[in-house]
């Protein structure tokens, strides 16, 4: 991974060489294009090779830090080289195409990995989601999940990183999701159900997604969050950005 273009591109990623960077991240996907114009599959793999060294650095990136790495998604966005290109069923670069399934895939494993890789990722993935929600940047159901581990599991289920990425979600996008919460946004299918600890409690049984009643429960869960087994400042953070939102009318 270290090797690759695109991760050497990031490493050398600051605030004032963002469009330089998003250069050197784009151009094995376009030279895949251009020189692949009756297949799409190498710019495919190519770009998905992207999306994983962008996943890869942010969580190596402390979540306090991460200011540049926002900025150079929204600069990626609007690039106009590749522009129309349709790849992985989304067009370059404005609806970021595959990055939503790369990081679901990184998902998957980021909480068997090292507490401050998983937390450092889960802020990243807030950050975008408080950058425009209902856009290639929301990933409130990762936020959803997250929290639902953290505060609505069976007690001998939760780990304790839990709380520290469930902290990540709270600290950097508290707005999104008391406003999903307060708009009752709904998940596809059974992905908003509610966690197993709910159910033992009498309550979200018919929980479908985002609610009041739900960012109740959170909000009292992270305010007795076991803070000496999880990131203690990163809670404490998540704590004063939630106050204003305590209460939802």
């Not at 270290?2 to 151009?27: C, H, I, K, Q, W």
Request: aromatic share 8%; glycine share 8%; net charge negative.
């Amino acid at each position: 991974m270290a090797s690759m273009p695109e991760y050497t591109a990031l490493s050398s990623l600051g605030s004032d060489n963002v469009e330089s960077v998003v250069s050197s991240f784009t151009a094995p996907t376009l030279r895949a294009l251009e020189e692949n114009s009756n297949d799409t599959k190498p710019a495919e793999n190519a770009l998905w090779n992207a999306w994983n060294a962008l996943i890869k650095k942010a969580s190596e990136t402390p979540h306090g830090n991460q200011e540049a790495l926002v900025t150079f998604i929204t600069t990626l966005r609007s690039k106009s080289e590749g522009e129309g290109e349709k790849l992985e069923g989304g067009e370059l670069w404005k609806d970021l195409p595959g990055f939503g399934m790369a990081m679901r895939d990184a998902w998957n494993t980021a909480p068997e990995g090292p507490l401050p890789a998983y937390v450092n990722l889960a802020a990243f993935v807030a950050r975008l989601t408080a950058q425009e929600s209902g856009s290639a940047l929301d990933f409130s159901v990762l936020g959803l999940w997250t929290l639902r581990f953290a505060f609505e599991a069976d007690s001998s289920e939760t780990t304790p990183k839990d709380p520290s990425a469930a902290a990540a979600f709270l600290a950097y996008a508290a707005p999104a999701f008391a406003k999903l919460s307060r708009e009752g946004k709904d998940l596809d299918g059974k992905s908003g159900k509610a966690g197993e600890g709910c159910k033992k409690d009498g309550v979200g049984e018919n929980w479908r997604g985002f609610n009041k009643e739900r960012w109740t429960r959170w909000i009292a869960k992270l305010n007795d969050a076991p803070v000496e087994d999880a990131d203690s400042e990163l809670v404490q953070m998540a704590r004063e950005k939630t106050q204003d939102y305590a209460k939802l009318e």
